[in-house]
């Protein structure tokens, strides 16, 4: 029997020095895994013109345009003026990633702010979901964001990495959560409750490939092929039949980035 068809809400295809051949042979071992569908965002000006590029609905492979928190040091207007115009490109289908991570000290946290202002406005004036980056800084994400998300901001909370406590007002606002390979570690019990805790209908998964393989492939570089142990993880968390929530997961992909049947 085939595998239930699975989509990879987040993976950074374009990151490694393997070169083209090596990123469509990953691409087609996810095909054969069963992952058919892709959105692939990036983290700044060159890496959104290089999914741009990359992006082939046909294959599968859609692209998110946006500058990544830890990016916006040095950025300016120019930078978010070519954000916007790439954003027009019909194989984009979500702004991103960006958002704010304090965390990490590469960018002060205003610059980060007002950077994560502009990708909302742009979402919002595209009509197309925002894909978050936000670690250590579920609070000031959510002072910066209610605004937008009172004007119906439609958003995904990347790579969630909190408990039960830190689904909200994300949940409340409609925002989907993406769960990556982070929730097949063993340590990580409270962001399986988050896992059991999201509604069905809000829930994705996701590789971040290359970053955060899960187990059993921990230690490897991820690749989207490696998706089906995070989605089955998930599926275990919550107690679902496994078709039962790749089927919902997928449903669930495609209406958030208004992705065509495979």
């Not at 916007?84 to 304090?102: F, K, Q, R, T, Y």
């Not at 142990?229 to 495609?254: C, K, Y």
């Amino acid at each position: 029997m085939a595998a239930p068809a699975l989509i990879d809400t987040h993976c950074h295809l374009y990151l490694g020095d393997d070169g083209p051949a090596a990123r469509a042979a990953a691409w087609e071992r996810a095909r054969g895994a069963g992952v058919v569908q892709a959105v692939v965002p990036a983290i700044d000006v060159a890496s959104s013109r290089a999914v741009v590029a990359l992006a082939d609905p046909a294959r599968g492979l859609f692209a998110a345009v946006g500058i990544h928190p830890n990016d916006t040091a040095a950025i300016g207007a120019a930078d978010h003026a070519a954000i916007a115009e790439l954003a027009a490109h019909p194989g984009v289908v979500a702004i991103g990633e960006s958002g704010l991570d304090c965390f990490r000290d590469r960018a002060a946290l205003p610059q980060q702010v007002a950077s994560l202002e502009l990708h909302a406005e742009l979402a919002l004036a595209r009509d197309l979901p925002l894909i978050l980056h936000v670690r250590q800084a579920f609070a000031p994400t959510a002072a910066t964001l209610a605004p937008f998300a009172a004007r119906g901001l439609r958003a995904v909370m990347h790579c969630f990495d909190g408990g039960p406590a830190d689904l909200e007002p994300w949940l409340s606002w409609g925002f989907a959560i993406s769960f990556s390979g982070i929730v097949t570690y063993p340590k990580r019990d409270d962001l399986r409750a988050a896992a059991r805790a999201v509604p069905a209908d809000r829930v994705v998964v996701e590789t971040d490939a290359p970053f955060l393989a899960p187990v059993p492939k921990r230690g490897r570089a991820n690749e989207p092929a490696y998706l089906l142990h995070t989605a089955e993880a998930v599926a275990v968390a919550r107690g679902e039949p496994f078709a039962e929530f790749a089927a919902r997961s997928t449903a669930n992909a495609r209406r958030l980035f208004r992705l065509p049947a495979a």
